[in-house]
């Protein structure tokens, strides 16, 4: 085959990919947004069937040779090279598994979220018992097909941040729980910061007005961006200049749906600001979820929850609400969004308390997939590490074990990227004030200028280098734990005055 066929088929399939996916992309938020319940039935079906459509494209085998063959020509562009590499990588992983075993997984996937819901609505954990059993046994028997020699649940791990494993994930975990246990029980014993008129009555006519301002603080473009509302707010790209994000407005508190959109904003920025080139393939999706995490993360955290980013919105936020904030000064206001409170549910928790969350779930998915902890009593064990880690204890499955949809649907290695997210960004952040003025900037209106070292350092890159890589050029060193241990250790010490 000759490079300029070679590259036709090769364009060729990946503009019907991104056909396919945009449409499915598009019915989807629809889905999750506006569109009548009424249709769900009709719509279900219909994107049913393009999905498997785009999954016949997707593990299309007479693509593999063109795939292999990209990837060995050292005349071929790099930015397709290296595409070559990732689809093959890709289609490799489900390509090994017997279409019935497949199907199969899928429909027990469906089968099991549906126990995990209606167990969720009974705080029942015996209800999803035997099917999250079920599910584990069906995915060690998929993931066999690999004929990987790597332990299991280091594969899994790896299928959501390349190149991480359970060797470097406890050298991670270990230093958190080392430092941040003893740190959160002295934010629990010392002088509590009232938070309490963040929680007033605030009406969402007027908390939409606010955010109009706070987008345009972030420089979030109608020209390419546009949000929503939702139940569980998200973030979705879908063509080239084109990506949606979505909040959830809440009367009762009124930082829920600024500090989402701060995040989702965040995640937004990732995918559309990659090299242009990449729009469309599989270059543009953000190379692993912790990546994409520290982007959002950072966004909402190490921005969002920054003196510098209200000194300029807090008036605009006081203006909207007079009677609510009237008596709160900048200070106060502040230390109330930065409080840190030991609390049951993952998605409610504060920056310093997260992480534990993350490691109850990687401390049990380690233990399920080596054989140390039972599906049988679950319930009880993740009871008894939220007491040893938080101090708190659920006392109903639903705010407990039940919490998360992830492992209804076969997710095992997903959580532990939530926790390494953050950490990564303490890392960026730290680097970037190094080099730019990020106060002065977020105090000024110039959130653009942050994003664009953002852009510079890690969005333009996106599928291009591993994590590590993208560490290594952004900060110029490997990624170390530390960094966050330090930033959360020195910012709750002054803040709680410990
Ligand atoms: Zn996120």
Known sequence: MNRI??????????????????A???????????????????????????????????????????LEEMQNDEEEEPYLRRAAFLY????????????????????????????????????????????LKKIIEAKKKVYAYRNDTKDLYDQMLDD??????????????NALKEK?????????????????????EYPVEEQKKFMDHLLQYLHFDPQWGYQNETEHPFTSWTCENDCRTTTKYLVDNVMSAIFSTVHE?????????????????????GISSGMHESQSRLCENYLGRRKSFWEYNYPYLQKQFPQQLKDISLDTFMKAVNVSR???VRTEADELTYPMHILVRYEIEKGLFNGSISVEGLDQTWADMYEKYLGVRPVNASEGILQDVHWSCGEFGYFPTYALGSAFAAQFVKKMQEEIAVDDLLSNNHYDTVIEWLKKNIHQYGCMYDADEIMQKATGASFDVNVYIEYLTRKYTELYDL
């Open 160 to 173: 959501f941040e390349p190149g991480m494993n359970q060797e470097k994930y406890d050298v991670f975990f």
């Open 342 to 344: 030991p609390s049951l």
């Open 180 to 200: 941040l246990v003893p740190l959160i029980q002295k934010v629990t014993e010392a002088k509590q910061i009232d938070d309490h008129f963040l929680f007033e």
């Open 5 to 22: 066929e070679r590259n036709h088929l090769l364009k060729e399939w990946i503009f019907k990919r991104s056909a396919y996916s945009m």
């Open 265 to 285: 904003v965040g995640h937004a920025y990732y995918e559309h600001d990659c090299d242009p080139r990449f729009d469309g393939m599989i270059l543009s999706d």
């Open 24 to 66: 499915l992309a598009i019915i989807d938020i629809d889905k999750q947004t506006v569109a009548p319940s009424g249709g769900n039935a009709y719509r279900d079906e219909r994107a049913a069937f393009l999905a498997g459509e785009l999954f016949s494209i997707e593990t299309d085998e007479s693509m593999l040779p063109v």
């Open 88 to 131: 093959q990588k890709e289609m490799r992983k489900t390509l090994c598994i017997p279409k019935d075993e497949f199907v199969a997984l899928e429909e027990l996937k469906s089968v099991s979220y549906t126990k995990w819901l209606e167990a969720k609505r009974n705080n029942d954990y015996t209800i999803f018992e035997p099917y």
